[in-house]
Nanobody, 118 residues
Framework: QVQLGESGGGLVQAGGSLRLSCAASGSTFSISAMGWYRQAPGKQRELVARIFSGGRTTYADSGKGRFTISRDNAKNTVYLQMNSLKPEDTAVYYC????????????WGQGTQVTVSS
């Protein structure tokens, strides 16, 4: 089992920055990738960024050049630095972890609200 706890959401003006954190606990040794997804009202949940165990990262086009995903392995924490925020970035942001092994699973955090005002 893996537990995920997000923090760092809030209200920010357009052009501002926020950093989201996701701390993993439990069977963290089995995590093969972690990521951030978001879901705006009336829309489907979508990928924002992912980081794999080898350090490779991938981003959705919407965040390229503005968002940076990183991790601190010692703290089992993944971060999402969001710069130049836009009103369309407003959503609930969810942390995600995929585990490998005999029974791969996907875990989700409870979500953190990000609101960007114009």
């Amino acid at each position: 089992q893996v537990q995920l706890g997000e923090s760092g959401g809030g209200l920010v003006q357009a052009g501002g920055s926020l950093r989201l954190s996701c701390a993993a606990s439990g069977s963290t040794f089995s995590i093969s990738a972690m990521g951030w997804y978001r879901q705006a009202p009336g829309k489907q949940r979508e990928l924002v960024a992912r980081i794999f165990s080898g350090g490779r990262t991938t981003y959705a086009d919407s965040g390229k050049g503005r968002f940076t995903i990183s991790r601190d392995n010692a703290k089992n924490t993944v971060y999402l630095q969001m710069n130049s925020l836009k009103p369309e970035d407003t959503a609930v942001y969810y942390c995600n972890a995929d585990t490998s092994g005999h029974t791969p699973r996907t875990y989700w955090g409870q979500g953190t609200q990000v609101t960007v005002s114009s």
